[in-house]
């Protein structure tokens, strides 16, 4: 019986392994087309601050393919981080923002900050620093309304690797943010030697405000180290007004979640009632 059982959940394990393989190579082999067609768009989310004034938007990738139906960053970034297709559609996304950004500047005024998400990997890419610089340099898309969001991982103890991408970025006066701040890598260290901006706490301890203490304390934390070190700090996924009221409270003053706007594709967000 004993065996049976071993057997039957080698099989389903094995199946579904089979799957999961399975989808990622199909994933992997839509992902080409999608760079060459039409299927990706962009959602913005907003960053408000203490008075839920718009500060800036958080652009977000969306994938919508005919065979798969809509696929998740979250699942389809890292399957293109291994397959190394993740610059390529990190050039799609900056180039897509530099088409849509004075859209978003002429209905939320000249001070917004747009953030686009990198994946660490983007980092080691010379051809990408050059093609961000490029695209920069032009009208639509002016640096000191760019940010770019890093999630910190190892990768970020790579000094000479990270420290000659943020180097280039800085000089050209865009901004720098380490996203998901809290759950990565452990070491600090690079938060002295990188001419960081702002740290954004992590989406996990927010949620989690109200009902964690640990979590609390470790937002707190966070946010009393961003500002001794000088940084700005943005909370991720607030979702209620307690939370809100708890980051407000201890000094957070950048905020972002659903409470104030879900991503939504540019058209919905200029029609919304968050535009001037
Ligand atoms: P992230 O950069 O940390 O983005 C925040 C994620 O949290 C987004 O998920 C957003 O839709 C979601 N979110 C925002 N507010 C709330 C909230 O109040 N509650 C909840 N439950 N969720 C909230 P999304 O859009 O699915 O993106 C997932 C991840 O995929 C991103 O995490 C980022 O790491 C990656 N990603 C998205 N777009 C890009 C991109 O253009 N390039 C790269 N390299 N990565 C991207
Ligand atoms: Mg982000
Ligand atoms: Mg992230
Ligand atoms: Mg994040």
């Given at each position: 019986k004993a065996k049976d059982d071993g057997k039957a959940r080698y099989t389903w394990f094995s199946e579904a392994m089979l799957a999961n393989t399975q989808r990622k190579v199909l994933i992997s082999t839509r992902l080409s087309q999608a760079l060459e067609g039409d299927a990706f768009y962009l959602s913005y989310q907003a960053k408000v601050d203490s008075d839920e004034n718009v500060i800036g938007f958080e652009a977000l990738l969306r994938w919508h393919d005919d065979v798969l139906g809509e696929v998740s960053p979250a699942e389809f970034i890292p399957i293109a981080e291994q397959t190394e297709k993740v610059s390529l559609i990190s050039m799609w996304v900056i180039k897509r923002v530099g088409i849509e950004a004075p859209q978003l500047i002429e209905s939320f005024g000249q001070h917004i900050v747009i953030s686009i998400n990198l994946s660490?990997?983007?980092?080691?890419s010379n051809k990408l620093t050059q093609f961000i610089i490029s695209e920069m340099d032009t009208d639509r898309l002016p640096s000191k309304n760019l940010e770019f969001e890093i999630t910190e991982t190892a990768y970020m103890n790579n000094f000479n690797v990270a420290n000659s991408f943020f180097t280039a970025i800085k000089k050209h006066g865009c901004r720098l943010a380490l996203d998901d701040?809290?759950?990565?890598?452990?070491?600090?260290?690079?938060l002295t030697k990188f001419d960081i901006d702002t740290l954004k706490i992590d989406r996990s301890f927010v949620n989690d405000i109200g009902s964690s203490k640990q979590s609390e304390l470790i937002t707190k934390t966070i946010i009393e180290m961003a500002k001794s070190l000088n940084f700005s700090v943005c909370a991720e996924g607030v979702e209620t007004h307690e939370q809100a009221r708890f980051l407000k409270q201890n000094g957070c003053h950048v905020l972002q979640g659903f409470l104030y706007s879900r991503p939504a594709p540019l058209k919905n967000i200029i029609a919304s009632s968050l535009a001037r």
């Open positions: 660490p990997m983007d980092l080691n701040f809290g759950t990565g890598y452990s070491s600090l260290g690079y």
